[in-house]
C-alpha cells in the first residue's frame, strides 16, 4: 500500500496556499492511521481468513511517499489455493462504471500500471523495450495457477479500453487489488495470493532488502577531468522529509507477528 497524498484527512489539515509536499509530518501521521486501520482489517476482522503470522516494512519512495509490504501468512484453513477462492478476493479487470462507479474510478486511478514498453519507452520499467513486470499481461477468461509464485488471474478480453496517461489500455495492464480494501482506502494497494514456496522469494525481494540507497557522484566544475572514479562515486542512504518525521513519532518501521524468541 502506498500513501495516497489527496487523502482527505490531508487536504482538510492544510492551510490556504499550502502544498501536500510541505507537510511530510502530516502525511506521516495519517499513513501510519492508515496502516493500523489496515492491520486492523486484516488481522482481527479475517479480511482473508485467520491469519498466523505477518511481517510488514515500512519504505519511502523516492518521491517521499511512505510504502508498505505487507506479508500474511494464513491458518491452514484458511488457506487460498482454489480458482474460486482466488476470484473471491483478487480482482485484475476493471469493474462496470454503471453498477460500481466509484470502485470504476478508483481502479484508472490506482491500479493501471503505466504505459510503458513500445507506448513509452522512457518509463522506468522498461527494459529493451519490454516492461520487466511482463505487462500489459495476457488475457484471461478463467483464473489458474500460474507457473511461478502467483496465480494468473481472471482477466477477459471485453473489447473495452480506456484512456490512461494519454494510452488507450484495456484489462491487461490492471494491477491485482481487492475490491474492498481499494474502495475503502483509495490508494494504490496491489493484492497478491502466493501459495507455494517460491513465497520466500518475495521475503529477501522486497521485506528484507534493506534502506533505499542513492549512488552520486562528487566533481569539481572547475576540472574537468574526473581524477580517481572510485573515490569520487559514494552510495549512501536517501532519506525522504517524511522518512525522518517517522522516528520522530517513534513509528516502528516493521513488524513481526508472533515475534521469535532464541532458545538456547
Known amino acids: 500500500m502506498t500513501c495516497n497524498p489527496s487523502w482527505h484527512e490531508i ?21 501510519h492511521a492508515k496502516l493500523t486501520k489496515l492491520k486492523k482489517d486484516i488481522v482481527q476482522k479475517k479480511l ?16 517521499g511517499l ?29 469493474p462496470e462504471q454503471k453498477t460500481n462507479p466509484n470502485l470504476y474510478e478508483a481502479v484508472l486511478k490506482h491500479m493501471m500500471h503505466d504505459p510503458c514498453g513500445n507506448d513509452n519507452l522512457g518509463n522506468v520499467c522498461t527494459r529493451d523495450g519490454n516492461c520487466k513486470n511482463h505487462y500489459p499481461r495476457s488475457f484471461s477468461e478463467t483464473t489458474s495457477t500460474g507457473h511461478n509464485s ?30 474492498y480494501l481499494l474502495a475503502k482506502y483509495d490508494c494504490h494497494i496491489n493484492v497478491e495470493v502466493c501459495s507455494t514456496i517460491k513465497a520466500v522469494k518475495y521475503l529477501y525481494k522486497y521485506i528484507y532488502k534493506g534502506r533505499d540507497l542513492v549512488v552520486f557522484a562528487l566533481s569539481n566544475p572547475d576540472n574537468i577531468s574526473i581524477g ?17 518525521a517517522w522516528p520522530i513519532f517513534r513509528f516502528p518501521l516493521n513488524s513481526i507477528h508472533p515475534t521469535l524468541s532464541l532458545c538456547k
Open 228 to 244: 580517481d572514479e572510485i573515490s569520487s562515486f559514494q552510495i549512501a542512504r536517501w532519506i525522504s522529509p517524511p522518512e525522518a
Open 150 to 179: 502467483y496465480p494468473i488471474y481472471r482477466c477477459r478480453n471485453d473489447g473495452k479500453k480506456y484512456l490512461v496517461h494519454r494510452v488507450q489500455l484495456d484489462n491487461r495492464w490492471v494491477i491485482p487489488y481487492n475490491p
Open 48 to 63: 482473508f481468513g485467520k491469519v498466523a503470522a505477518y511481517v510488514y516494512v515500512i519504505e519511502f519512495q523516492k518521491r
Open 66 to 94: 511512505p510504502h508498505v509490504h505487507f506479508l500474511i501468512i494464513l491458518d491452514p484453513r484458511s488457506k487460498i489455493r482454489t480458482s474460486d477462492q482466488y476470484d473471491e478476493h483478487v480482482y485484475a479487470e476493471i
Open 11 to 31: 487536504m482538510d489539515e492544510l492551510l490556504p496556499h499550502e502544498e501536500v509536499q510541505n507537510k511530510p509530518d502530516l502525511i506521516a501521521r495519517v499513513f
